[in-house]
């Protein structure tokens, strides 16, 4: 059964990078058939897709984040990654990563629990 | 790329059938029949339901349903049960290889 699992820095402070990452068990990462995305959450607020990747290395970004994004992939530790830069306390929230279908239909499933990460100085 | 449009909140009692809508414009929901539904419990990550705009995932209750017409989709739960309180986002393609999500609804049974 694949599992996602995200992990990084719960607190980031103002202007830095977020630096997070997605460990993908149970399953390739290198697998043709999909591809792999950031969902984040404000606290109490609504999903946001940030962007996905594919193994080739090919990204995909929401063009609200697109100048601050950079997503990667490891295809040998079976991970890969979100960067955001220059966050403010708007980019606090619950980051998720997912697997999905084609960068069209966008299925997302599964997630992972999600981590969250908080800017604050 | 506007957040797709859902109402706050949808209530209704046990046994009952209520809809959800999700409202975009003619370039994501309107364009593609690529709407998918997603459930999710408090402190909980999001839970496929519905994809392809009425196409449910192994394991969903058939007691969820979607469609589709013009720039609004539509997910429907019959025989609202307890377990269904839960909050609820529509995703669509956006074109451009981008999606967006809804602003989410808040059930309650």
């Known amino acids: 059964q694949l599992q996602l699992q995200e992990s990084g820095p719960g607190l980031v402070k103002p202007s830095e990078t977020l630096s997070l990452t997605c460990s993908v068990s149970?399953?390739?990462?290198?697998?043709?058939?999909?591809?792999w995305g950031w969902i984040r959450q404000p606290p109490g607020e609504g999903l946001e897709w940030v962007g996905s990747i594919y193994y080739s290395g090919s990204t995909y970004y929401n063009p609200s984040l697109k100048s601050r994004v950079t997503i990667s992939v490891d295809t040998s530790k079976n991970q890969f990654s979100l960067e955001l830069s220059s966050v403010t306390a708007a980019d606090t929230a619950l980051y998720y990563c997912a697997r999905h279908s084609s960068m069209r239909t966008g299925v997302f499933a599964p997630w992972g629990q999600g981590t969250l990460v908080t800017v604050s100085s | 790329q506007s957040a797709l449009t859902q109402p706050a909140s949808v209530s209704g009692s046990p046994g009952q059938s209520i809809t959800i809508s999700c409202t975009g414009t003619?370039?994501?929901?309107?364009?593609?029949?690529?709407v998918s539904w997603y459930q999710q419990h408090p402190g909980k990550a999001p839970k496929l339901l519905i994809y392809?705009?009425?196409n449910r995932p192994s394991g969903v209750s058939n007691r969820f349903s979607g469609s589709k017409s013009g720039n609004t989709a539509s997910l429907t739960i019959s025989g609202l049960q307890a377990e269904d309180e839960a909050d609820y986002y529509c995703s669509s393609y956006t074109g451009i290889s981008t999606f967006v999500f809804g602003t989410g609804t808040k059930v309650t049974v």
């Open positions: 392809e705009v009425s």
């Open positions: 003619s370039s994501d929901v309107g364009a593609y029949n690529y």
């Open positions: 149970g399953g390739s990462i290198s697998s043709s058939s999909y591809y």
